[in-house]
């Protein structure tokens, strides 16, 4: 193996280790701080869809999802009250429907 090959093998190693925690940290329970604020990434994890699912509901007319604040282009932030609110909203309690 030449040098070439050896700093290719390593850089795909460490690619692999960082992807892994990335999908390991996804994977972990968040709590909703009512006061927090959260990116579409965290939100997508914490909804367990993905980020995409997110940006195509906000772009939907009319929007759909949770509330959003729009800071910039680029840059758009939940608030964890209104992230709780919308998913209690979303709940369904079967034995009311009866």
């Known amino acids: 193996m030449d040098s070439k090959e050896y700093v290719q093998a390593k850089e795909h190693e460490q690619d692999e280790r960082t992807s892994m925690s990335v999908v390991s940290t996804m994977r972990q329970r968040t709590v909703l701080e009512p006061g927090g604020w959260y990116t579409t990434e965290e939100v997508a994890a914490m909804l367990r869809v993905d980020a995409s699912s997110l940006r195509r509901w906000r772009t939907a007319r009319p929007p759909q999802g949770p509330p ?31």
């Open 68 to 98: 959003f604040v729009t800071i910039s282009d680029r840059t758009t932030r939940y608030n964890g009250a209104d992230l709780i609110t919308y998913l209690n909203g979303k709940r369904v309690d079967p034995t009311a429907a009866a």
